[in-house]
């Protein structure tokens, strides 16, 4: 089975900018979680998305934004974008392991704003 | 709020000095606790899932275990290949699948 997949993986903008990211989960998988990781604050949550609904959402500001569409792939949005969103944005999709939902992650888009 | 702490940051070890990492945690309801490894410029990658107080798991030189405030993960053995960064994270009950991350502890082995 191909894991998860995440374009692009590398991208470098200007703030003000906004910048889209997608995420292809694991086939079979309709949960799509999306997380930020920095060096200073760790893996942070910011929301998840179950058969195009959200079903829940971190502490992040409303410019960070996502949708899932009909065939679970999903994306994210950031608008106005600020210096501190330079991050790695991690995608893991959802699927039963030993009787419980288990997040398996993508390999990240790494997001640096100039 | 559910809350993890990971000890220590960072750890260096020699190839086959034995260890252990912890991973605290408080949460509403646990569950289920994970242990991922991250390598440099990569995503997590899933290793266990803990369920409940006295379980363990194991997986060629790592051994998962958990009470009601800590999991350890055990490493015996080490290879060079198992330096990585190890992320414990917890799910709360009622939370779908939001995952709650620790910072991390850092493993080093050198030969």
């Known amino acids: 089975k191909a894991g998860v997949t995440q374009t692009p993986r590398y991208l470098i903008k200007t703030r003000g900018q906004q910048v889209t990211l997608s995420c292809s989960p694991i086939s079979g998988h309709r949960s799509v979680s999306w997380y930020q990781q920095t060096p200073g604050q760790g893996l942070q949550f910011l929301f998840e998305?179950?058969?195009?609904?959200?079903?829940n959402k971190g502490n992040f500001p409303g410019r960070f934004s996502g949708r899932q569409f009909s065939n679970s792939r999903s994306e994210m949005n950031v608008s106005t974008l600020e210096l501190g969103d330079s991050a790695l944005y991690l995608c893991?999709?959802?699927?039963?392991?030993?009787?419980?939902?288990?997040?398996?992650f993508g390999p990240g888009t790494r997001l640096l704003v100039l | 709020e559910d809350q993890v702490t990971q000890s220590p940051e960072a750890l260096r070890l020699q190839e086959g000095e034995s260890s252990s990492l912890n991973c605290s945690y408080t949460v509403s309801g646990l569950r289920g606790l994970f242990w991922y490894r991250q390598d440099p410029g990569k995503g997590p990658e899933f290793l266990f899932t803990l369920y409940s107080a006295g379980e363990e798991k194991e997986k060629e030189r790592l051994k998962a275990t958990l009470t009601k405030k800590e999991s350890f993960l055990h490493i015996t053995a080490p290879k060079p290949e198992d330096s990585a960064t190890y992320l414990c994270?917890?799910?709360?009950?009622?939370?779908?699948?939001?995952?709650?991350f620790g910072t991390g502890t850092r493993l080093q082995v050198t030969l």
């Open positions: 998305y179950f058969s195009e609904t959200q079903r």
């Open positions: 893991a999709s959802s699927g039963l392991a030993g009787g419980l939902e288990t997040q398996y």
């Open positions: 994270a917890v799910q709360a009950a009622g939370t779908a699948s939001k995952l709650t």
